[in-house]
């Protein structure tokens, strides 16, 4: 089995600190925030990984992780030329997976649990696809699953009125089935090619889609808000400082300054700091992603995404 992971977003959400660093390539815990997709591929046997990379953050998605071989991992890249959604994304990788089972990963999920069990439940199912899907208390925001004795008999993309609480939770195991029936979707309204409307496809073609049922934590860290939560959750909310940071000031909970970085406030809380990163500011500081050289001027401007 092989491993997809799409990681060819721009990150918008976390401007300006992702037209700098590739989303993926944030610290979490002073970990790339690939690295934890990396972890859960490992955990699921799975060693060989295509990275579904953009044209913008190719180079320095390729200059970072290189061959995969310092995350235990090998690394293949392709290119996905446009944002057209998660299904054109997974098209890139078709060369890659050949007709192998495969798991498709979104690279700004992280879980807090191993994803093992369901690709187990994926080869003992003999399903064409397996769906990891969680309750949320919104499931409007999100591709939501009709389920039925475990088997999904509909996907349905941010729904209006959601008839189901089980959201689709950003992992997917899929046998080579998903290649036939990818020229038959369409662009949705949004203009993408949904990778909900792919599995749909399945489902009215006859093909058995399951459902993975997972009860654990769940991040999307593509916002600031979660981006920050994600921290406070891996680092257990306690101050983590990298050995060769500097950091003039109280830091407090939620706090994470990364390698070589100096930081000089009155007191720093809830807050993850690039590595290499200056940050000066006479006050306190809170709620930020912060990178480069950062003043009080600055953080007035938009540096500083929250609070």
Request: charged content about 20%.
């Amino acid at each position: 089995m092989k491993g997809v992971v799409l990681a060819a977003g721009k990150g918008t959400r976390l401007y300006p600190v992702t037209k700098v660093v590739a989303k993926p390539l944030l610290p979490l815990a002073n970990r790339l925030t690939m690295e934890y997709a990396f972890d859960q591929f490992r955990s699921c046997g799975v060693s060989e990984v295509c990275v579904v990379v953009g044209v913008d953050n190719e180079p320095q998605m390729r200059e970072t992780l290189g061959d995969g071989s310092a995350f235990g991992m090998s690394l293949s890249y392709a290119v996905q030329t446009e944002p057209k959604g998660l299904a054109h994304a997974t098209l890139s990788a078709r060369p890659f997976v050949g007709d192998e089972e495969f798991v498709l990963y979104l690279g700004d999920a992280i879980y807090g649990e191993s994803l093992a069990p369901f690709v187990e439940q994926f080869r003992a199912s003999g399903a064409a696809n397996l769906n990891l899907v969680k309750a949320v208390d919104d499931p409007r925001r999100f591709g939501v699953a009709e389920v039925e004795g475990g088997v999904i008999v509909r996907v349905v993309e941010k729904p209006a009125e959601p008839k189901s609480d089980l959201a689709m939770a950003g992992f997917y195991v899929f046998g080579p089935q998903i290649w036939d029936v990818m020229p038959h979707v369409k662009p949705s309204a949004r203009g993408e090619y949904e990778i909900t409307d792919a599995i749909q496809e399945l489902i009215n073609r006859g093909h058995k889609v399951v459902a993975g049922v997972y009860e654990g934590e769940w991040f999307d860290t593509g916002t600031l808000p979660s981006f920050l939560a994600t921290s406070r959750f891996l680092t257990k909310g306690a101050p983590l400082v990298d050995p060769t940071a500097r950091v003039e000031g109280e830091v407090g909970q939620g706090t994470v300054v990364g390698a070589g970085a100096r930081v000089v406030c009155a007191k720093i809380t809830d807050t993850v700091v690039l590595p290499g990163s200056v940050v000066r500011v006479d006050g306190a500081i809170s709620g930020c992603l912060l990178g480069g050289s950062v003043t009080a001027e600055e953080l007035r401007d938009e540096v500083q995404y929250g609070t």
